[in-house]
């Protein structure tokens, strides 16, 4: 620590999830965490390796030639071997700084991430007030045991894990400072597309709430132990009305785990844009049951469906994940797979493009199962981002991975995961190259039919691709017909066992 004792010397660092990524999006985590610190009346520096995509020896000559008495940092924990390199670097040439890491690649193992790393605290979920409480006790020599929502390393090594911090009022966080951030540089790169080819696209996100209303067996996100939080349209409408007269901002990306749990919810918020005459396009995440869990009858949905494309919506996502039933349950997703078709059907009827993503590899999948999920997309007309189940830590299929014994050394096991899009870990009774090609046979056969031109190497990494190239003429003139079981399947004689 610096003998300036009232004004410490303190460095973000944004990670770069993705090296030579054609897309490139700005941090809302750190973000609103940086903003914190300065309304607070904090100087800070910013190392934004990410849009300058600077390599591992610049970041280590960087940290070895500037000194700091704080380090703030975090990702996601698909990222933790090299959070690993990051923190003990830092340590290697700053010993006496803290190096303190939120978001899930810490969070969602505080006591392993301590053990295996020299960080000296763990943020613990909301980040914003705990990151800026601890700075405080450790600038004024006060003691950590009272601040909640951390993890930290004791004077004489132990390591103690608070209380967690209850959830803030979401209205008390201001709108995100950009002006930390090269925001031109990052809208050169924006992190979706136009809906027209022609548009000019300078696209920014936007949170509209915190958490998700679901937990299911496979996900994990940052606001796990709160609950779910939206902000009010007043304040979102602010916030938008701000990037378009700063920024020149024509698309909003609404960055949350879920932007619209319900039906009245997405209609209140379209109702104010409408209002306010607000000129942009909006893509944004909702539940696949947005219409039906509100028993809203087919004309009313169709009525908040137009207006949300009347209102800038262009583009929505929402997670099939499997189209068998049995599976979906084991997912905790408590959606009927029926209302997937009729939720996609409504879009559609509107002009509002549907993404969605599908997730194989739980305990039960089998080749009858796979086909049953392609099957769904194939019927509802949508090519889904796939991804294979990747056991995270804070999730019931870590839990289970751990308990069958797929998962028996942590640190080793977090060390290897990449992404979704790489078979990680198979806790199926199929081989890596039976699930596969299974996939790749209902792939290529969703491609043929919606003439997509994608090939082998593309159906799981599509690089970008966008369901509104569809053509839906096409797809009509087609004979779709549902794909016959190949193999018998019992549910009643698996294995699968899951304690919540």
């Not at 994940?321 to 029926?338: A, P």
């Not at 999920?373 to 991804?387: E, H, K, M, N, W």
């Not at 017909?481 to 294995?495: A, H």
Request: overall charge negative.
């Amino acid at each position: 620590m610096t003998d300036e004792m009232n004004d410490p010397k303190i460095l973000f660092i944004n990670p770069c999830l993705r090296p030579g990524g054609h897309t490139k999006l700005l941090p809302v985590g750190l973000g609103s965490v940086m903003t914190y610190f300065h309304e607070r009346g904090y100087n800070f520096t910013l190392l934004d390796i990410d849009i300058n995509e600077y390599d591992d020896e610049y970041v280590e000559n960087y940290l070895k030639n500037n000194k700091f008495d704080f380090i703030l940092f975090g990702t996601l924990v698909t990222h933790y071997k090299w959070i690993k390199w990051l923190v003990n670097t830092a340590k290697k040439y700053q010993p006496n700084s803290h190096v303190i890491v939120g978001n899930s690649v810490a969070s969602s193992i505080p006591e392993l991430f301590l053990q295996k790393t020299k960080a000296d605290v763990v943020i613990i979920g909301e980040g914003e007030i705990s990151a800026y409480e601890t700075v405080r006790a450790i600038q004024y020599k006060k003691p950590l045991h009272d601040i909640t929502g951390i993890a930290f390393r004791t004077p004489t090594g132990e390591i103690k894990v608070n209380d967690l911090r209850k959830a803030g009022n979401i209205e008390d966080f201001s709108m995100i400072n950009w002006d930390f951030f090269d925001v031109e540089r990052y809208l050169a790169k924006p992190s979706i597309k136009a809906d027209r080819e022609k548009d000019v696209t300078r696209a920014m996100p936007v949170i509209t709430a915190r958490g998700c209303a679901f937990k299911c067996t496979f996900c994990h996100y940052v606001f796990w132990n709160d609950p779910y939080r939206n902000r009010k349209p007043k304040s979102v409408i602010s916030e938008i009305k701000n990037l378009i007269d700063k920024y020149h901002v024509t698309h909003i990306d609404f960055w949350d785990d879920l932007s619209f749990a319900s039906a009245y919810q997405v209609e209140k918020m379209c109702d104010e844009f409408l209002a306010n005459n607000l000129k942009f396009k909006w893509m944004c995440s909702v539940r696949v049951d947005l219409f039906s869990r509100a028993n809203l009858s087919s004309e009313d949905a169709l009525r908040v469906a137009e207006k949300m494309k009347k209102s800038g919506c262009y583009d929505v996502g929402f997670a099939l994940e499997s189209g068998n039933q049995e599976i979906l349950e084991m997912m905790n997703k408590k959606i009927d797979v029926n209302a997937f078709i009729e939720t996609v059907k409504i879009f559609k009827q509107v002009g509002i493009t549907v993404n969605t993503s599908v997730v194989f590899g739980y305990p039960t999948e089998s080749k009858q199962s796979i086909h049953e999920t392609f099957d769904q997309c194939l019927r509802a007309g949508v090519y889904p981002s796939i991804g294979f189940l990747l056991p995270l830590p804070s999730t019931g299929m870590y839990d289970y991975a751990k308990q069958k014994g797929f998962i028996t050394d942590e640190d080793r096991y977090l060390e290897s995961i990449t992404e979704r899009q790489d078979i990680c870990l198979n806790m199926t009774k199929m081989s890596n190259d039976e699930i596969m090609n299974e996939i790749k046979t209902g792939a290529k056969e969703l491609n043929d039919m919606f003439d997509l031109g994608l090939n082998e190497n593309t159906y799981i990494k599509t690089k970008g691709y966008k369901n509104s190239k569809i053509n839906e003429k096409k797809l009509l003139a087609k004979t779709v017909t549902r794909n016959e079981n190949d193999v018998s399947f019992n549910y009643s004689n698996q294995e699968f066992e899951f304690e919540s």
